[in-house]
C-alpha cells in the first residue's frame, strides 16, 4: 500500500523559508508524476507545484513563482517543497499527491482527482 507521508511545516514568520518533504512508502517515486497541494480555512484546495515523473518539468501556481521549488530525489523516495520569501497568505494545511496513472514522463499533473494518493498534510504557518 502506497502512503505519502509530508513533514516540514511549522509556523514562521513573514520573509522567512521552510522546506516540506513528502517520503513516499509503499511505492516507487520514478513511477509518479507528483503534486503539492494547499488548502486554507474556508477555500478550496489548491495547486501549489507539480513534477513530472521524470523531474524534465514542472509547474507553479502564479502565487508561489519565483518563491517556491519542488523537487525529486529517486534515491530517498522523497519530493520537496522549498519555500522561500513567505507571506501570511501562504499560511494553510499542505498535502502532497502522487499520479500513478500519469502517461508519459514529462507530463506534470494539475487536476486533483487525478491523483491516486495522498498525504494526511502539514500545517504551514506565516505570521506578519
Known amino acids: 500500500q502506497v502512503r505519502l507521508i509530508e513533514s516540514g511545516g511549522g509556523l514562521v514568520q513573514a520573509g522567512g523559508s521552510l522546506r516540506l518533504s513528502c517520503a513516499v512508502s509503499?511505492?516507487?517515486?520514478?513511477?509518479?508524476?507528483m503534486g503539492w497541494f494547499r488548502q486554507a480555512p474556508g477555500k478550496e484546495r489548491e495547486l501549489v507545484a507539480a513534477?513530472?515523473?521524470?523531474?524534465?518539468?514542472?509547474y507553479y501556481a502564479d502565487s508561489v513563482k519565483g518563491r517556491f521549488a519542488i523537487s525529486k530525489n529517486h534515491a530517498e523516495n522523497t519530493v520537496y517543497l522549498q519555500m522561500n520569501s513567505l507571506k501570511p497568505e501562504d499560511t494553510a494545511i499542505y498535502y502532497c499527491?502522487?499520479?500513478?496513472?500519469?502517461?508519459?514522463?514529462?507530463?506534470?499533473?494539475?487536476?486533483?482527482?487525478?491523483?491516486?494518493?495522498w498525504g494526511q498534510g502539514t500545517q504551514v504557518t506565516v505570521s506578519s
Open positions: 499527491a502522487a499520479d500513478r496513472r500519469v502517461y508519459y514522463t514529462f507530463e506534470v499533473t494539475k487536476i486533483p482527482s487525478d491523483y491516486d494518493y
Open positions: 509503499g511505492g516507487t517515486l520514478g513511477l509518479y508524476a
Open positions: 513534477i513530472a515523473r521524470t523531474a524534465t518539468n514542472t
